[in-house]
């Protein structure tokens, strides 16, 4: 059974940063993504990264966020610096070959 949690969002003022986490059921997933849906808006893909570690980001993310994983522990990251208004959001990870499977995803609010 496959399974995704999101963690560590919050509320921070803008410049500022913060640290998500993913914990997955599953140490055979290979890529894993983060996506982010604000208020009113599509849910919008920000970054992926490879079982290798190999990365890609989002025009609007780039630079300013790194995603790395932790293998041995079935875990992703997000740290997000350098936040924006713009990023408030709820924070989801997911995986394409279990791609209906979606966690309850974690807020971030950056305030001005």
């Known amino acids: 059974q496959v399974w995704l949690v999101e963690s560590g969002g919050g509320l921070v003022q803008a410049g500022g940063s913060l640290r998500l986490s993913c914990k997955f059921s599953?140490?055979?997933?290979?890529?894993i993504r983060w996506y982010r849906q604000a208020p009113g808006k599509e849910r919008e893909l920000v970054a992926t990264?490879?079982?290798?570690?190999?990365?890609n980001y989002t025009d609007p993310v780039m630079g300013r966020f790194t995603v790395s994983r932790d293998n041995a522990r079935n875990m992703v990251y997000l740290q997000m610096n350098s936040l924006k208004p713009e990023d408030t959001a709820v924070y989801f990870c997911?995986?394409?070959?279990?791609?209906?499977?979606w966690g309850q995803g974690t807020q971030v609010t950056v305030s001005s």
């Open positions: 599953l140490s055979r997933l290979n890529t």
């Open positions: 990264v490879s079982r290798s570690g190999s990365t």
């Open positions: 997911n995986t394409p070959v279990y791609g209906r499977v």
